[in-house]
């Protein structure tokens, strides 16, 4: 398990949110890169120096400080949509090979390099963003169906990566909440909303709307 690429935002405009730009144009990088806690969501910072998010209610801080996604899901989806997709495109700070990214559990930490430990915090939703920077209609409802949505994780040890730094796994919690799971429940399968409330590691806010759909 090891990281094919480390991946920083160039800003660009966002005229599918209304937004003044967005960081999803997201490019590998060569050398170093420091990776932090960022502040609380709403000030646009992220977990990797150099980058930032734009639409900061509902991207960055803590809990999104770091999007990870595998190149194996990478791949199926350039298969089916029949064009090349780069590392990054999908907006990932991390493209990861040899890593079950949706299967994942939440709160299991992955130590990068010989310093950096993320722990899987919770799971990507698509936004409008995603569908017209892809230019794709109906994308939103295809990845969805497809619940291949990529981990968020928090900082829980700074330090630097690299590209072809390995990924090791030094701690899974004691319950079965993936990050598929946590996405297929807030999605298409609210019937599976109780089953996250055993995640103490899920984001508080994610953990009481669960609770509130599940009562």
């Known amino acids: 398990m090891r990281l094919l690429s480390v991946n920083i935002g160039r800003p660009r405009p966002n005229p599918w949110k209304g937004l003044s730009a967005t960081g999803i144009d997201k490019r590998p990088v060569s050398g ?7 502040g609380p969501k709403g000030t646009g910072e992220v977990g990797l120096a ?12 803590v809990h999104q400080a770091v999007y990870a996604y595998a190149r194996e899901d990478l791949d199926t989806w350039q298969a089916e949509l029949g064009r090349p997709l780069t590392n990054g495109v999908f907006g990932e700070n991390l493209t990861t090979l040899g890593l079950d990214v949706n299967g994942a559990l939440i709160g ?9 430990v993320l722990e899987v915090s919770c799971a990507r939703i698509p936004c409008g963003t995603f569908q017209g920077w892809l ?24 330090g ?19 990050v598929a799971l946590v996405f297929r429940a807030m999605t298409l399968e609210p019937e599976l909303l109780p089953r996250l409330l055993v995640a103490e590691a899920l984001p ?3 953990r009481e709307s669960a609770r509130r759909r599940s009562a």
């Open 160 to 178: 630097d990566i690299s590209a072809g730094d390995p990924v090791e796994i030094v701690h899974r919690p004691d319950h079965d909440v993936t």
């Open 108 to 116: 299991e930490r992955w130590r990068i390099g010989p310093d950096v």
């Open 135 to 158: 230019e794709r209609d109906g994308w939103i409802k295809r990845f969805t169906q497809a619940a291949r949505p990529g981990a968020y994780l928090r900082v829980v040890e700074p």
């Open 50 to 61: 150099g980058d930032r998010v734009y639409d900061v209610k509902h991207h960055g801080g």
């Open 32 to 38: 170093p890169v420091a990776v932090s806690a960022p």
């Open 204 to 206: 508080l806010e994610e």
